[in-house]
């Protein structure tokens, strides 16, 4: 049962791209990324990570290594475990003819350790408590996976070239990555994490397929507590405890990801596409939709129908170009 739900929740994840990086770092230097909204997904390509963040012992991670670095979570990144001169990241990238950002912390050189840097929004609101939990980085060797590297040969590829549906393609390797990478850690024994013992409770699973099978029911937290067979406040406790949100949160963000892959799929008009998942108006559902996607349904399905949106990194360093070419 916890396994069939897992994997339920994890097909509702989405995942975004908002930058793709490709970083380079020789020995006694530390590349310092400053906290952010979005997740990064580090994946080495060659030489030794050692990925501190705060409160924690350095991380080694191989070629191979994928490394998915929470928000809001300081890191700093060397090709050894010594202490180096420090570079922020942001005040040593470049906007290559291509398109893609590249971090140099060489001067020019081939880095003694060589990663690809995906800043991405897995649009944590659809997660449904997978990724909500997470306050520390997760880190899976996946250099025997074939299609690991080869998904990020194919996103380097489609970024050099912005061909059309280059962004949703990207987006659907990427996930595919962070997937895989979520499958082998949810997998281990020694990670499991209390949302997974908790699901294991075949109690609480029954009211989460309810949900999922049927997101726009009448739900409610004491009708969830009697499909599950446990008292409201039991129920509405342990729900709580496992995903980080009240069940009724879970419901609208269920209903939200349901509105979301209808607006990407679909000419469905948006008013229709409201009632069908349970919204009595439409500007109660656009103004949720908002909240929780940071566009309104309209704006939302143009931006998916054009390839997303762009990419914040680029668009600073091509910013900062255009004013230090002004001032010359």
Known sequence: MAELILDRLL????????????????????????????????????????LTVPG?????????????????????????ELPGRQLVAMEHCSLAPNGMVRFDGTGGDDGELRFVCGLITANISGSFGLLDTVRKPIV????????????????????????????????????????????????????????????RDPRLGKAVTAVLDKPASRHSVAALASIAGMSRSAFAREFSQAFSMSPMEFVAKTRLHHAAEMLRSTNMPVKVIAAHIGFSSRSHFSRAFRDGYGADPSSYRRETAQGGRRDPVRREVAAERSASSAQR
Do not use: W
């Open 140 to 199: 899976e060797n996946l250099g025997d996976l074939p299609i690991v590297q080869t998904s990020y040969e194919l996103m380097a590829a489609e970024l050099a070239r912005a061909d059309l549906g280059s962004r949703a393609l990207t987006g659907a390797l990427m996930k595919a990555c962070v997937l895989l990478l979520l499958r082998r850690h949810f997998g281990r024994s020694d990670h499991e994490t209390s949302l997974l013992s908790t699901l």
């Open 11 to 50: 097909m509702t994840l989405d995942v975004a791209v908002d930058a793709f990086a490709i970083c380079e770092v020789n020995r006694g230097l530390q590349l310092v990324a400053r906290p952010g909204d979005e997740i990064e997904v580090h994946y080495v390509l060659s030489g030794t990570m050692y």
């Open 56 to 80: 924690q012992s350095p991380i080694i991670c191989g070629p191979g290594s994928i490394v998915l670095v929470p928000p809001h979570t300081a890191q700093t990144i060397g090709a050894d």
